[in-house]
T-cell receptor, first 115, second 110 residues
């Protein structure tokens, strides 16, 4: 149980275009999901908390107009990187909270490369 | 952002050896979690700890929630090559958000 999927697993896009990444909870409902980014050899950096049916809460320093988050259902959250630039290239990972526990289950990640 | 102090940063061990890593914080946490991340993958939850002093095992893995609630350790016994990866501790205080350690990169020599 507690399986989280992400799509796509990798994407290459040109500078200035937008990219959407999907995060799905496959066998449970997730009221709360989280989006992280991770640079090589570094830890996970929380970008935002996504709550079903409400606006996402962004961490300090994360541009909400650039990283658009939508959590329209209990099993799907999306992250759209708008007007992507090479510095947005990173590994983006989502996670979901299971029930009332504090255990976060992570998706497999999406490798974004902006050329 | 705030991070936990995780050590060591990296370890090179021989297959069959035991491994120990730990995390410390200046703040109290309500929950400690340990994850393992393979290259190009998302972290996988290994062990969750909920009570101060709690000692929990998962196969060859054992983790403890420090009595002061400011630290936790993870032990791996009789390491095998598939234990290779990066291990992260994470602490939860409130609101569902986790704070992660810097990671311990484990290499196992057959």
């Amino acid at each position: 149980g507690a399986v989280v999927s992400q799509h796509p697993s990798w994407v290459i896009c040109k500078s200035g275009t937008s990219v959407k990444i999907e995060c799905r909870s496959l066998d449970f409902q997730a009221t709360t999901m989280f989006w992280y980014r991770q640079f090589p050899k570094q830890s996970l950096m929380l970008m935002a908390t996504s709550n079903e049916g409400s606006k996402a809460t962004y961490e300090q320093g994360v541009e909400k107009d650039k990283f658009l988050i939508n959590h329209a259902s209990l099993t799907l959250s999306t992250l759209t990187v708008t007007s992507a630039h090479p510095e947005d290239s990173s590994f983006y990972i989502c996670s979901a909270l299971v029930g009332s526990s504090y255990e976060q289950y992570f998706g497999p990640g999406t490798r974004l490369t902006v050329t | 952002g705030q991070q936990l102090n995780q050590s060591p940063q990296s370890m090179f061990i021989q297959e069959g050896e035991d491994v120990s890593m730990n995390c410390t914080s200046s703040s109290i946490f309500n929950t400690w979690l340990w994850y393992k991340q393979d290259p190009g993958e998302g972290p996988v939850l290994l062990i969750a700890l909920y009570k101060a002093g709690e000692l929990t095992s998962n196969g060859r893995l054992t983790a403890q929630f420090g009595i002061t609630r400011k630290d936790s350790f993870l032990n791996i016994s009789a390491s095998i090559p598939s234990d290779v990866g990066i291990y992260f501790c994470a602490g939860h205080r409130q609101g569902g958000k986790l704070i992660f350690g810097q990671g311990t990169e484990l290499s196992v020599k057959p």
